[in-house]
């Protein structure tokens, strides 16, 4: 397989926080980025401003960064594409792509979670709806926007069925700031990069009751432990979720409050409901709906999954955090592995 040029034409899907973060890195290495979004005013302004004011105040936009408001013109004659819009809009924009994007062109996806309703991963969905010979490649791991914006060191992993494709792609992104490892587990980094963030609203609601380190470091252990029981049920690898995909992620955003997970569970633990959080969070909290999908794909699979249980009744029964965690606590006693 020949590499993706250097420099290379790329279209970014998704003007939010994460988009844009990794279509300035991209930027930054000196390729063509055409960045594309749903609300056209938004890449309107981000043009006029040269930043992305609302998502990410204050870091200029590279030179050769171009917000684009019709999606036609931002893919273009790309050679490569990179998907960052929500889960729940994933199926919906590949439709959209699929008559504008070319046979060669690689398909990179940075979204996190599973399809809603269906509980596919999301290169099953790419399959689906762009061919199962797809060129493609995941990226995931301990990452918040605005540090990766910033330019601060962060490190990723790249994953693909060919490890070829993989390291091509690891080659786009990588810089003196961005390290970039590579696998073949797609699987497991998508179920990582997935139940992560129901962990993290997990870690949230403890802390937001005011349960200290010690509750969080057995949400996190134990969550590691669920993220694995399931991840290899589904194919993956039990090395990759003691890597960037797996365990990088899930301690970056049960510990941190720049992650919206995080946040929701904060709130909810110190009283606010559910609906007050979400609102008052204002952007897309992928672990609220991927309790729910995460939680009925584990039954349909056999894989008992108890703190995954016990976040998706706060979130979609209002159960009581504080029963929830009871609940948690005096379950069987049982060895730890």
């Keep these: 397989m020949t590499s993706l040029p250097l420099p290379t034409k790329i279209a970014v899907l998704g003007a939010g926080s994460w988009g844009t973060a990794l279509a300035i890195q991209l930027a930054r290495k000196g390729h063509t980025v055409n960045l594309w979004g749903h609300r056209p005013e938004h890449l309107e302004r981000m043009a006029r401003e040269d930043e992305n004011r609302r998502y990410l105040p204050g870091i200029a936009l590279p030179v050769t960064l171009h917000p684009e408001t019709e999606l036609k013109a931002a893919i273009g004659d790309s ?32 979204t996190k979670g599973v399809e809603s309703g ?27 926007a605005r540090e990766v914006a910033d330019g601060l060191p962060t490190a990723v992993t790249i994953a ?3 490890i070829e494709i993989a390291q091509s792609v690891a080659e786009l992104f990588h810089s003196e700031n961005f390290r970039c490892y590579t696998s073949t587990d797609i699987p497991g980094v998508e179920i990582g990069g997935a139940t ?6 997990a870690a949230g609601i403890a802390d937001g009751l005011g349960y200290g380190a ?61 609906a007050q959080s979400l609102d008052s969070i204002g952007q897309v909290v992928e672990g609220f709906e991927a309790a729910r999908d995460i939680l009925e794909m584990a039954r349909e699979r056999g894989v008992d999954m108890p703190i995954t249980q016990q976040v998706a009744e706060v979130l979609h029964n209002n159960k009581d955090p504080k029963a929830a965690v009871r609940d948690l606590l005096q379950r069987d006693l049982k060895r730890e592995s």
């Design 160 to 162: 693909s069925d060919s």
């Design 79 to 110: 050679d490569a594409l990179l998907v960052a819009v929500p889960s729940h809009a994933f199926r919906a924009t590949l439709k959209k792509i699929r008559p504008l994007v070319a046979d060669q062109t690689t398909v990179i996806w940075a």
């Design 118 to 144: 269906t509980h596919k991963l999301l290169h099953q969905v790419i399959e689906e709806e762009l061919g199962s010979d797809r060129k493609k490649a995941l990226i995931s791991g301990p990452t918040f």
């Design 214 to 274: 010690n509750t969080r470091a057995a949400l996190i252990t134990r969550g590691l432990h669920e993220l694995m029981k399931l991840g290899t049920d589904l194919g993956g690898k039990r090395e990759t979720f003691m890597g960037l995909g797996g365990l990088g992620d899930l301690v970056l955003t049960c510990t941190d409050d720049q992650s919206r997970n995080r946040r929701l569970g904060l709130a909810v633990g110190r009283g606010d409901t559910v």
């Design 196 to 201: 992560k963030n129901i962990l993290a609203i």
